[in-house]
C-alpha cells in the first residue's frame, strides 16, 4: 500500500434526516458516521467536493483511510456508501473503525491481467467475461491490497476462473471461501454470434 489517503471531519451534534439535508443543502456537506471497535459511534461531516475527489481513486474503497475528525485522527475503512440514485453523489457514508493487530473485512477490487493475450482468446478466439469485479477480504489491516490480479493468460474458451484459482497475497483470505462458497469470477466463451452463425452452417450442410 504506496498511497496514504487522507480526510478532514467535524464531529456534528445536529442529528436525523432533516439536518442531514440541511448540511447537503446549506453547506455541500456530506453526513457520516464511524464505528466500530471500543468506542461509541460518532456521526461527522465531511466536505463534499473533498470526499468526491477522494473517491475517484478506486484505491479509496480498498484503503485504510486517515480520517481528522476536530483534530483528533481515527483509522478506518469506507463501510457503505448511499448515492443519489439519479445524480450518483454521496448522500451518506459509513465508517469503519481500523483496529491495530484486529482482523478486517473489506471489498478489494480485482484486475485482470492478460485478457487479450490469454489463450481462450488469442487462440479460440473467446471473450473474457467478468462474473464479479470485487471479492471480500478478510485480513490484518498492514496486510489490507488496494486490488487483487487475477491472471487469465492460460485460460482456454468454456474456462471458468473460480475463487480458488486466484494467487492471493499473504495474509490475505476470501470471506466467501472461508464459508465454502468457490464462486466464479471470469470465463472465456465464444462470441454469441459467432455461436448462432456455427449452428446455422451446421443446420445448412445438414
Not at 467478468?130 to 491490497?145: F, G, I, M, R, Y
Amino acid at each position: 500500500m504506496t498511497a496514504e489517503f487522507t480526510l478532514n471531519a467535524e464531529a456534528r451534534s445536529d442529528l436525523g434526516k432533516g439536518a442531514s439535508r440541511r448540511l447537503r443543502r446549506n453547506a455541500s456537506l456530506v453526513p457520516a458516521v464511524i464505528y466500530g471497535g471500543e468506542k461509541a459511534p460518532v456521526s461527522i461531516s465531511l466536505v463534499a467536493k473533498d470526499f468526491a475527489k477522494l473517491l475517484e481513486n478506486e484505491a479509496a474503497f480498498s484503503h485504510v483511510l486517515n480520517l481528522t475528525v476536530d483534530g483528533k485522527k481515527e483509522n478506518v475503512l469506507i463501510k457503505a456508501l448511499q448515492r443519489h440514485p439519479a445524480k450518483g453523489f454521496v448522500l451518506h457514508a459509513d465508517f469503519i473503525r481500523v483496529i491495530a493487530g484486529q482482523k478486517l473485512t473489506a471489498h478489494v477490487p480485482l484486475h485482470f491481467i492478460n485478457e487479450a493475450s490469454s489463450v481462450g482468446v488469442k487462440k479460440g478466439g473467446g471473450e473474457v467475461l467478468h462474473a464479479t469485479n470485487e471479492v471480500e477480504v478478510s485480513c490484518l489491516p498492514k496486510d489490507l491490497p488496494e486490488f487483487i490480479e487475477v491472471d487469465m493468460a492460460n485460460v482456454e474458451v468454456d474456462q471458468t476462473v473460480h475463487l480458488s484459482d486466484i494467487k492471493l497475497p499473504k495474509g490475505v483470505e476470501l470471506v466467501a471461501l472461508a464459508h465454502g462458497s468457490d464462486l466464479p469470477v471470469a470465463s472465456i466463451h465464444l462470441p454469441r454470434v459467432r455461436v448462432e452463425e456455427d449452428s446455422e452452417g451446421e443446420s445448412t450442410a445438414e
